[in-house]
């Protein structure tokens, strides 16, 4: 079974960052595309990032580049975002999901997502 | 980047037929996605490519596309249909991800 598990959401003041994780299991990890998907409060989906499988490609929404990294350990079955310089408008919960081999905007299985408040 | 227009609301008396739609430049390129999310739970890809159902799905989802133009179609809607949905496709420069802003579906 998939399972997708995330963690390191909290309360950061603005300005803070924090490391959010993803524990994959039931699927060979290194085959596969992941993702980071946002749900600020009562609002849509947005797309984040996506990362290779083997980590040598990454994209961003524009409003994080330069600010978020995500990053992946094939070994320990594990994806990540590291979020610096958060804004109020980063506070939403942040879904992990596999991306589907047949393409990079088919998001198959999803976590149940971390919860990242930015507030002073 | 490219922008997916969804209407925001839709409403569906039960056991009837709804499509919910999403409008976009890229769609008349890629395939749409389809995702369902009841309140407090993730989300849930219930179409993807041409019409293609994960396992689990029942057939009563369906996909088409027609130009600018992708649909989700619940033939026999039931109770447990009522949810928001978004659809998402791949942006213009090809290395992007957009969503639809989402539908809520009353299920009447």
Known sequence: EVQLVESGGGLVQ???????????????????????????????????????KDGSEKYYVDSVKG???ISRDNAKNSLYLQTNSLRAEDTAVYYCARVHRL?????????????????? | SSELTQDPA??????????ITCQGDSLTSFYASW????????PVLVIYDKNNRPSG?????SGSSSGNTASLTITGAQAEDEADYYCNSRDSSGNHVVFGGGTKLTVL
Not at chain 1, 26 to 46: D, N
Request: a positive charge; glycine letters at 10%.
């Open chain 2, 10 to 19: 839709v409403s569906v008396a039960l056991g009837q037929t709804v499509r």
């Open chain 2, 35 to 42: 995702y369902q999310q009841k309140p407090g739970q993730a």
């Open chain 1, 67 to 69: 600010r978020f990294t």
């Open chain 1, 14 to 52: 603005p300005g803070g960052s924090l490391r959010l994780s993803c524990a994959a299991s039931g699927f060979t990890y290194s085959s596969y595309w992941m993702t980071w998907v946002r749900q600020a409060p009562g609002k849509g989906l947005e797309w984040v990032a996506n990362i290779k």
């Open chain 2, 57 to 61: 799905i029942p057939d009563r989802f």
């Open chain 1, 103 to 120: 393409a990079r905007w088919y998001f198959d299985y999803w976590g149940q997502g971390t919860l990242v408040t930015v507030s002073s």
